[in-house]
Structures are given as C-alpha cells and as structure tokens.
C-alpha cells in the first residue's frame, strides 16, 4: 500500500507561485497513476490535474490550463504540482492521489478512480 504526504502549501499573494509536491512511499510511484485535487470550504472536491504513469500524458481542469503543471520524477518518487498567477479562488486543500494502473498513459479525473489520498496541503491566496 502507498503513502502519499503532500507539501508546499502556504499563504500566497495573487498572482504568486507554489510548487505542490507528493512523496510516496510503501510501493513505487511508478506503479500508479496519479492526481491533484481540491477542495475549498463547503464545497466538493475538485479535479485539479493529472499525469499517467509514465509521465507521458497530462490532463488538467479548465481553469487550472495555462497556469498549472503537474510533472512526476518516478525515480524519486515525486509527483509536484507547480502552480503559477494563482487567484483568490484557488484558495483550498489540495490533495494528491494514486491510483494502481495496468496501463502506463491513461490519466484519471474523478475522485472516484483513486485508491489512495494524502492528508492535504492548505493553499491560501489572498487578495
């Protein structure tokens, strides 16, 4: 069984930059795909990003095109999300997740496909 720990998180001003990483540890990162997620207060968790298991494909929210990168280095067991002119709205938790995967370019976008989830990492932005 994986273990993801997030870090990174912090109060930023718009506009700013963080750069989000994911450790995992108890299995390889390499046997999973993998995602970012958030989840502001009073409302559901949202897809963020996410990245095959060989890093080759990509996918991202539509607010998040443009602004955010998600990249994995599987040799060291780290997926990071660098995010880039960060806006009030992007205020949250945001969670990294895997999910055991066959196939080495499918990406995955609904909470629901993941198996295992990190503790979160708070992204404050503010105006």
């Known amino acids: 069984q994986v273990q993801l720990v997030e870090s990174g998180g912090g109060l930023v001003q718009t506009g700013g930059s963080l750069r989000l990483s994911c450790v995992a540890s108890?299995?390889?990162?390499?046997?999973?795909?993998m995602g970012w997620f958030r989840q502001a207060p009073g409302k559901g968790r949202e897809f963020v990003a996410a990245?095959?298991?060989?890093?080759?494909?990509?996918g991202y929210a539509d607010s998040m095109k443009g602004r955010f990168a998600i990249s994995r280095d599987n040799a060291k067991n780290t997926m990071t999300l660098q995010m880039n002119s960060l806006k009030p709205e992007d205020t949250a938790v945001y969670y990294c997740?895997?999910?055991?995967?066959?196939?080495?370019?499918?990406?995955?976008?609904?909470?629901?496909?993941?198996?295992?989830w990190g503790q979160g990492t708070q992204v404050t932005v503010s105006s």
């Open positions: 997740a895997a999910k055991g995967s066959w196939s080495g370019v499918t990406y995955y976008t609904a909470p629901l496909h993941y198996d295992h």
């Open positions: 108890g299995r390889a990162l390499v046997s999973y795909a």
């Open positions: 990245i095959s298991r060989n890093g080759g494909r990509t």
